[in-house]
């Protein structure tokens, strides 16, 4: 039965022969609830005659069919799911036409754990055969909401279980071609050059994605997650971000440029604390900036602290504090930085 049809063509458990053999079992909220759940009187009966094929642990095909009409009335019924899973296996269903149940289901819930699941359940049975259509599933899913936790969590789980991570960089670039501020994707772009077998890994693919990551970059500084994105390029390699002729050369169009600073400025000084060192071009850009009321001899560091206390006011309090310790953790990320060299080099 299609799962939009459940609601519309019910008939009473009771009043179903071939249900006639079955005692329900009420629910048992012991002799005084203190309150009461106003349940519907079909969900009620429903469910009492779940509980009584649950108890006889009935797997059959009428159990099967009970099992929609509760997940229906309450998809996040998780011992309901899991029951169908136990009926499913028993009866050796098809489970390409267990996932058409699905997607009916999910269709109005997709940020139910319990779909998502009884999905990845599915798909693990299918094994490769399920790949295709769970990446298009999700796809689905993101047109209608390109954030959604547990469809990229399942998209994830899919390539790195079964595979299918020929196209999803590409995949990743579309998205990001359709919005560029779509965080989401970033952070399936950096899952797919870290994670993917087929590119290499985050070393082999820098040099491309720090070229495409700048040009980002230059087309909307005030966006951040390509700031972020270009921190992860670099991730356990402080050294190569601090020595890469293009991150410099980004930092230096952006604070040259009329467009917002915020990111690019905490970039810079991110890079100073691990010991960059900036250009003369660097400095007078930033000496542009800086707030008249700072005095001239002020440390680097901190003109950019005081710049982002006015561009940032939102922060504040936070660039007051990184100003007041920039010293220390200059000190503490370039040990940290000499440490691993070191550890390299062992």
Request: aromatic content about 10%; hydrophobic content about 40%.
């Amino acid at each position: 039965m299609d799962c939009r049809e459940v609601t519309k063509t019910r008939i009473p458990f009771k009043e179903r022969p071939d249900w006639a053999d079955v005692k329900p079992v009420p629910q048992d909220d012991g002799p005084c609830p203190v309150v009461p759940i106003a349940y519907t009187e079909d969900f009620s009966e429903t469910m009492d005659y779940f509980r009584a094929i649950y108890v006889a642990d009935e797997r059959s095909t009428r159990a099967l069919q009970l099992t929609s009409e509760a997940i229906q009335l309450n998809p996040g019924n998780y011992t309901v799911w899991q029951f169908r899973r136990v009926v499913l296996e028993a009866l050796g269903v098809d489970l390409h036409e267990e996932l058409k149940f699905v997607d009916c289901i999910a269709g109005e819930n997709t940020k139910n754990y319990q779909i998502w699941h009884h999905r990845r359940w599915l798909a693990e049975k299918l094994g490769v055969d399920a790949v295709t259509n769970e990446l298009e599933f999700t796809k689905k899913i993101f047109s209608q909401d390109a954030k959604n936790y547990h469809a990229w969590s399942h998209r994830q789980w899919v390539l790195q279980a079964l595979g299918g991570w020929e196209e999803e960089l590409a995949y990743c670039q579309k998205l990001l071609d359709d919005d560029i501020y779509n965080n989401s994707a970033w952070n399936q772009r950096y899952f797919v050059i870290t994670r993917s077998p087929l590119l290499g890994g985050l070393v082999a693919m820098r040099e491309l994605e720090v070229n495409y990551t700048v040009q980002t970059i230059r087309a909307s500084p005030e966006n951040e997650s390509p700031w972020r994105y270009l921190r992860g390029l670099f991730k356990n390699d402080t050294q190569s971000l601090v020595q890469d002729s293009q991150v410099a050369s980004v930092l230096l169009d952006v604070l040259t440029s009329q467009n917002s600073h915020v990111h690019a400025l905490s970039f810079l000084l991110d890079l100073l604390c691990h010991g960059f060192e900036p250009s003369q071009e660097l400095k007078s850009a930033v000496d542009v900036l800086t707030p008249q009321s700072c005095s001239p001899d002020l440390a680097l560091t901190k003109k950019i602290c005081s710049i982002l206390e006015h561009a940032d006011p939102m922060r504040v309090k936070y660039w007051n504090w990184r100003k007041s310790m920039v010293r220390v953790q200059s000190a503490q990320s370039q040990n940290a930085d000499r440490l691993a060299n070191l550890s390299m080099q062992g």
